[in-house]
């Protein structure tokens, strides 16, 4: 059951994943061809997956990201994509993104209605900033049967910065934090930490309970462009 809960809700975490040098687009990649991986692990250090990512298009400030959702053997599970905007001097992420890729897959041939409000992060970080929540909500038809569920983000800090290392190098980063709160049935609520660095984005994120154990990660294995 933690596997899955974790499974659903990597790509909110990893979806910031990205490097860029336009001053507009500090923590995102506004650049065609820009290709990079974040791993998935358990809280043993087991990967459990990994997302694969490339801006494809880039038009009108708004940048088109491929994802390949991959399972712990490197095998395809699904591949699908989403949008984030450069607004002044924020980027603003599609809410989309916010839903754990391969679900689309299971839920493919039923009729869905999502909406919500996109996420944005700022192109000026500092810490001890707040960030807006964000939120998605999902209606799924399934033959008569309808199942609701949503995702919010709320109490999204800059605590402070420190340098980290991944598989694809060693960061200088910010440091946030957040609640991800999901309903599906029942009420989930989660603490997020996550690292981004500026020109790289999200390089590492952790997943914790309620009860402030950690339940997994994800981490950047590789970067190009």
């Known amino acids: 059951m933690k596997t899955k809960i974790i499974s659903l809700i990597t790509l909110l975490y990893i979806s910031y994943a990205s490097f860029s040098q336009n001053p507009c687009e500090a923590y995102y990649p506004f650049e065609v061809g820009a ?34 959702i ?9 591949t699908t994509s989403y949008k984030i905007t450069c607004e002044g001097n924020r980027i603003s ?15 493919k041939d ?25 939120n998605m909500n999902m209606a799924i ?3 008569g049967i309808k199942m609701n569920m949503s995702v919010t983000l709320i109490n999204r800090k800059v605590n402070n910065k420190e ?5 694809a190098g060693t ?4 440091v946030l934090s957040y609640k991800n709160e999901m309903k599906m049935g029942m009420k989930m609520t989660f603490t997020i930490k996550e690292w981004i660095a500026e020109g ?25 462009k």
């Open 171 to 174: 960061f200088n980063c910010f």
């Open 35 to 68: 290709n990079f991986e974040m791993t998935n692990y358990n809280k043993k250090g087991k990967k459990e997956g990994a997302v694969n990512y490339e801006v494809t298009t880039i038009e009108n400030n708004e940048a088109t990201i491929k994802t390949i």
């Open 110 to 134: 039923m009729e869905m209605d999502i909406t919500g409000n996109n996420i944005e992060l700022p192109n000026d970080l500092q810490v001890g900033t707040t960030l807006k929540d964000a």
């Open 70 to 78: 991959l399972d712990a053997k490197d095998k395809e599970i699904t």
């Open 163 to 167: 340098s980290i290392t991944t598989p």
């Open 200 to 224: 790289v984005g999200v390089v590492r994120t952790e997943t914790y309970n309620k009860n402030g154990k950690l339940m997994g990660y994800s981490e950047l294995t590789s970067f190009s």
């Open 141 to 143: 038809d399934m033959g």
């Open 93 to 107: 992420i599609d809410f989309k993104s916010m839903m754990r890729q391969d679900m689309f897959k299971q839920y």
